[in-house]
C-alpha cells in the first residue's frame, strides 16, 4: 500500500510533462470551443504545459467524448464535454459505445449558459402562459425546432410539453444555427437556445423570448420571467465540463481540477463567458459526477414519458 501511494504521488509530481489536448465534441467557433480556448490559455500556464484544443465534431458530441473514454488514463487527453455528449447522446443513441460514469472520469464542471425559450416574432403570445393557452386551444398546430432527437434541445422540449400538458409537431434540423435561422424566417414556432445569441435577433423584432429555462432570470434580460415561475418543475441547463479516461489517478484529476478552477477566475476568462452568456462554475469532481448523475436521471424519466426512441 505505501508503494503504491509513492508511486501515485510521484506520478502526480511529474505530470504533466509533455502537451495536454482538450478534445471539443463540436466545429470550432461555437460556445464549447469558445470555452475551451479561453480556458486552455490560462491551463497552459498553471501546468506549465501547453493546452492544446482539437475539434473532433459529430454524433451530437459523442464522437470526441469517445476518443477520450478510449485514450489512456494518464490525463494528457481531455473532453471538454456537454450535457449531450455525457447525458442525452448515450441515453438516446444506441451507437453510442461509451458509458458515461464507467468509461469516463469527471474532474470539474467549467460553466452553464443562459438558455431561452424564444418564439418567432410574429407570434401572437408574449409569454409562456399565453402560449401555452394557444397550444391546448389548438393541440399539434405549432412547432418546435431541434437539432434532433439525440440532442439535449429535444428532451428540453419534451420536458417541457410534459409540464405544460400540450402537443406541439417536432421539426428537426442539423444545428443550432439552422434553428435559429428557420425560427427567425417564421418556419417553425419555437425554439430553445442562447440567449446572448437570440438577442440581435429580439431588438430586431424577428424572435421573442418567452422564457427563460433556468432556475433564475438572466443579469442580461431580467425582466424576462422563467419558465419554472409559471410551471413548476420545468428547467433545463446546457453545460460544459472536462472528462478523463476513466482509471486516471485521483492526484492528476486534482491537479488538472485546481487548473481549471483558476482558468475560470481569471478576469479576462470571465469577461469572456459573460460576453457570451456563459456562467463560470469551475467545481469539484464530485459535484460535477453529481450533476451529471440528476441530469441522466432526469431525462431518462423525461424520455420514458415521451417515448422518445433513437434515430
Known sequence: ?????????????????????????????????????????????????????????????????????????????????????????????????????????????????????????????????????????????????????????????????????????????????????????GEVDLFVGGLQSALPLMKAGRVKALAMTGLQRSKLAPEIATATESFPGYEHSVWSGVVVAAGTSPAIITRLQESIAAAVKQPVVREIFEQNGVLAIGGSPAEFAAVIQRDTAKYTEVQKRAGATPP
Open 1 to 185: 500500500m505505501l508503494c503504491a501511494l509513492l508511486a501515485t504521488a510521484a506520478m502526480a509530481q511529474a505530470y504533466p510533462n509533455k502537451a495536454i489536448k482538450v478534445i471539443v465534441p463540436f466545429v470550432a467557433g461555437g460556445a464549447t470551443d469558445l470555452v475551451a480556448r479561453a480556458i486552455a490559455i490560462d491551463m497552459s500556464k498553471t501546468l506549465g504545459q501547453p493546452v492544446v484544443v482539437e475539434n473532433r465534431p459529430g454524433n451530437a458530441g459523442a464522437v470526441g467524448a469517445d476518443v477520450v473514454a478510449k485514450s489512456s488514463p494518464d490525463g494528457y487527453t481531455l473532453c471538454l464535454c456537454t450535457v449531450g455528449s455525457l447525458v442525452t447522446a448515450p441515453l438516446l443513441n444506441p451507437t453510442v459505445p461509451y458509458r458515461t460514469m464507467r468509461d469516463l472520469a469527471p474532474v470539474s464542471m467549467v460553466n452553464t449558459v443562459e438558455l431561452g425559450l424564444f418564439a418567432r416574432g410574429s407570434l401572437s403570445a408574449s409569454n409562456l402562459p399565453e402560449f401555452v393557452a394557444l397550444a391546448k386551444a389548438s393541440p399539434g398546430k405549432y412547432t418546435y425546432a431541434t437539432t434532433g432527437v439525440d440532442g439535449p434541445n429535444y428532451l428540453a422540449f419534451q420536458l417541457f410539453l410534459q409540464r405544460a400538458g400540450i402537443n406541439m409537431l417536432h421539426v428537426p434540423y442539423k444545428g443550432d444555427g439552422q434553428s435559429v435561422v428557420a425560427l427567425a424566417a
